[in-house]
């Protein structure tokens, strides 16, 4: 890598369901100058922008168009990214790449999603061929009671395993104003409570649809270090794409997330995953695959993870916090929620995550986003003098 | 009394035609199923696995697939129930944007040559409380004269007593 590159800032909006006080424009704006406010740089220093969301969503073509203004990008270079559910962490990827290849010095990357102005179950089914598989599709709701049966199935886990997770999801997302369920859940009980959607799926296992942005600023080391912030290292990141799942059913496959993983530990020298990295921030829109994908990155033993889950291992106080941030089950703006898992990792290892900050000392993070079945985008993040 | 702020949005329905080509691969394929209830997969000359559906290149290999008949196969349209999932929750129809409220059981069936398919298990009358993974199926398609060129020309499999 030519240039090292560094996160100097990071923006947030807070998340709904619907922000019918805002139009998309505005709901950009907030994050955008979250982020400014954050690096403590005026708008003029950004060089180039790198914007994002999902496609067909909100029912605009060329949202790069419209957005140009609001992001404070206008004759400046500007690229569109829209990579499905990994749109927020290819956003982050591109920003990486511009300010790594040396053209640029300062990088913006912004994502949201604003999924009440349009159908968001209705571009997702858009996903299968029309002439082979998309009268089937029964959408994320069908592909995540498949993770959670495959998983009660082959690791022996309880039907509350997935419960468990929410709740530690729902008090990480309590302590985390930009989250948007802040539910008051105090027992697997009361989670155990939520209905069926498709068992051994509960409602409370799924991700809700977010209405929320996020911006993050990159810039290269040498201008870095002469910001106020305290720089977050970008160390490496990857991504990796499976074949196209023409025929569901079966087992699904996790190959993609376990190549992701593999090739960023393999190249950084990362040998015991849960002792060299001390915060993980993972793209899963339900809490089974939290537990499946933990394995599958090689973090446990592949029927370790509920186990760890019963054991409290995963708080955010815990020996390895996951989602300290409430996750994706708790807050989902699509064309952002990967890139707010980058911003969530660089917070807690500044030190700057408030009331989720995690106990342990920050060392190393690492954010990952998924989409369709079975694209992930990986990154590995280090504080500053480690 | 409290003056409120009116945030005002406006709402349109849009209605868009689309019209997909099918290509001589997953075409044929259609144009077999409605025309002779013949489910074709084609074996991959380069690695030699097998395609379901047919198309032009193997993915993992990116050898050229030969079109019809060649290394083209008809499946005998049986096979084994390896699970169901029963969709209970109000589902889009994405066929039509339509919600569609009764529940429905969608399996997975194991084919020959260890090719997996999802499609309706049925009938619509099935006693679920029956069914066991490891049950022989077969395929069941719709009379003639409703048959469109499209996948679900397949009404559903069915299970077969031994
Ligand atoms: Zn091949």
Same mark, same amino acid.
């Given at each position: 890598m030519a240039i090292r590159p560094a996160i100097v800032g990071v923006g947030q909006t807070y998340h709904r369901s619907k922000r019918p006080d805002v139009n998309i424009g505005e709901l950009c704006t907030e994050a955008v100058r979250a982020a400014l406010e954050d690096a403590k740089l005026p708008p003029e220093k950004i060089g180039a922008f790198v914007v994002g969301n999902m496609e067909l969503f909100e029912g605009r073509y060329m949202q790069d168009m419209w957005q140009t203004d609001f992001v404070g990008a206008v004759g400046k270079p500007l690229i569109r990214v829209t990579t499905g559910g990994t749109t927020g962490g290819t956003l982050a990827s591109v920003a990486f790449e511009h300010v790594a290849s040396g053209m640029f010095d300062l990088v913006m990357a912004v994502g949201f999603e604003k999924q009440s102005e349009g159908d968001t179950r209705a571009g997702l089914k858009t996903v299968a061929d029309p002439l082979w598989n998309r009268w089937q599709t029964t959408g994320a709701i069908g592909y995540f009671a498949r993770v959670a049966t495959f998983y009660i199935k082959e690791t022996g886990a309880p039907e509350d395993a997935g419960s468990r997770v929410r709740l530690r999801l729902a008090r990480h997302a309590a302590r985390?104003? =930009?989250? =948007?369920?802040r539910m008051d859940l105090e027992s697997v009980d009361q989670v155990m409570k939520f209905p069926y959607l498709i068992p051994p799926l509960r409602q409370s296992d799924m991700c809700p649809a977010s209405e929320g942005a996020c911006a993050i600023i990159v810039a290269s080391e040498e201008t870095a270090r002469k910001l106020p912030r305290k720089p977050v290292w970008v160390d490496d990141w990857t991504s990796v794409h499976k074949e196209m799942v023409y025929v569901r059913g079966g087992r699904h496959s996790t190959a993609d997330l376990e190549m992701a993983a593999d090739r960023l530990f393999r190249r950084n020298g990362i040998r015991e995953p849960m002792k060299d990295i001390s915060v993980a921030e993972i793209y899963a829109p339900a809490t089974w695959a939290e537990l499946e994908w933990l394995e599958a990155y090689g973090f446990c033993e592949k029927g370790d993870a509920w186990k760890l889950e019963e054991k409290g291992q995963f708080h955010f106080d815990g020996p390895f916090p996951v989602n300290p941030s409430g996750g994706v089950v708790c807050t989902n703006p699509i064309g952002a929620t990967g890139l707010i898992r980058v911003a969530e990792c660089a917070l807690q290892l500044r030190g700057d995550a408030g009331e989720h900050q995690i106990t342990r000392k920050p060392t190393r993070g690492f954010s990952t986003a998924w989409g369709g079945s079975g694209w992930t985008v990986a990154h590995l993040l280090s504080a500053d003098g480690l | 009394m409290e003056e409120r702020e009116e945030r005002l949005s406006q709402e349109r329905i849009m209605e868009i035609r689309y019209r997909w080509s099918a290509g001589p691969y997953l075409g044929r394929f259609l144009a077999e199923l409605r025309d002779k209830g013949k489910f074709y997969v084609v074996r991959c000359p380069g690695c030699e696995r097998f395609l379901l559906p047919p198309r032009i290149v193997c993915s993992t290999c990116y050898t050229r697939i030969p079109e019809y008949p060649d290394g083209w196969i008809a499946l005998s349209g049986r096979g084994i129930l390896l699970d169901w999932q029963r969709v209970i929750y109000p589902q889009m129809d994405p066929e039509t944007g339509e919600v569609r409220d009764e529940p429905f059981l969608h399996g997975t069936f194991r084919l020959d040559h260890d090719l997996l398919f999802v499609h309706y298990l049925g009938p619509a009358d099935l006693d679920e409380g029956r069914l066991q993974e490891g049950m022989k199926v077969e395929m069941v398609m719709k009379p003639q004269e409703q048959r469109e060129g499209k996948v679900t020309d397949i009404h559903y499999f069915r299970i077969v007593e031994d």
């Open positions: 985390n104003p =930009h989250a =948007h369920l | -």
